[in-house]
């Protein structure tokens, strides 16, 4: 028998994100210090409170309003181009799992790869550009390859893995994309903030479902 993924899912998801990125807020301010603006773990911080705050406020009862509620939330408060990106990726995979009350695997991977098409289609970013899309493409695929037994915890573990691994190697990369590109070559040799607030993320999302 095959568990599926309910409210209590995403709104542990989002809780556990929301700690994530009070716990790395200076890490993340300080990968995007040499190219960025200095700001993504402060406006990952802000809007993941506001998300929070907005969630106890509505008490959404179904996964995909619940992930919508918190596209909108970030759309508004959170500053650069973390707002719209992650609004955009939590907007898709709310649209993709529409009002359904429980979750399997085949639409966890259909989610996930909506809020990756989602942030593809918003920031023009490819794999390899050295941005956020470089952690979303490897969780898509390793998501998608661990969803044969229908084990939701294994689609997002897997996942997760796959985004934390693309975040490292960001590193060595040269930005083509972003604030990050105007530094050209001196773009290498640091990892990409957005990567690794979204494999944070994705490890959030894999923590709530155990």
């Known amino acids: 028998m095959t568990v599926g993924l309910d409210i209590k899912w995403a709104l542990r998801w989002i809780a556990?994100?929301?700690?994530?990125?009070?716990?790395?807020?200076?890490?993340?301010?300080?990968?995007?210090?040499?190219?960025?603006?200095s700001d993504h773990g402060e406006n990952m911080d802000r809007?993941?409170?506001?998300?929070?705050?907005?969630?106890?406020?509505?008490?959404?009862?179904?996964?995909g309003p619940a992930l919508k509620l918190a596209a909108?939330?970030?759309i508004s408060k959170v500053g650069g181009a973390a707002g719209?990106?992650?609004?955009?990726?939590?907007?898709?995979?709310a649209?993709?799992?529409?009002?359904?009350?429980?979750?399997?695997?085949?639409?966890?991977?259909?989610?996930?790869?909506?809020?990756?098409?989602?942030?593809?289609?918003?920031?023009?970013?490819?794999?390899?550009?050295?941005?956020?899309?470089?952690?979303?493409?490897?969780?898509?695929d390793a998501a998608a390859a661990a969803a044969g037994d229908g084990d939701v915890r294994k689609v997002l573990d897997a996942a997760a893995e796959a985004a934390e691994h693309g975040a490292v190697a960001t590193e060595p990369m040269i930005a083509r994309k972003?604030?990050?590109?105007?530094?050209?070559?001196?773009?290498?040799?640091?990892?990409?903030?957005?990567a690794q607030s979204s494999a944070y993320i994705l490890r959030a999302a894999a923590e709530a479902a155990k």
């Open 84 to 93: 719209p990106l992650y609004g955009t990726a939590f907007l898709r995979a």
């Open 95 to 140: 649209a993709a799992l529409g009002d359904e009350p429980e979750i399997d695997a085949a639409a966890l991977v259909t989610a996930l790869q909506a809020a990756r098409d989602g942030i593809v289609a918003r920031g023009k970013a490819e794999p390899g550009d050295k941005t956020m899309v470089d952690a979303w493409t490897p969780a898509v």
């Open 178 to 194: 972003g604030r990050a590109s105007y530094l050209g070559e001196r773009s290498a040799g640091h990892r990409d903030p957005g």
């Open 47 to 63: 809007g993941f409170k506001a998300v929070t705050e907005k969630i106890a406020e509505v008490l959404p009862e179904k996964p």
């Open 16 to 37: 556990l994100s929301a700690e994530a990125m009070a716990e790395h807020r200076v890490e993340l301010i300080e990968l995007d210090r040499p190219i960025g603006d």
């Open 72 to 74: 909108m939330t970030l």
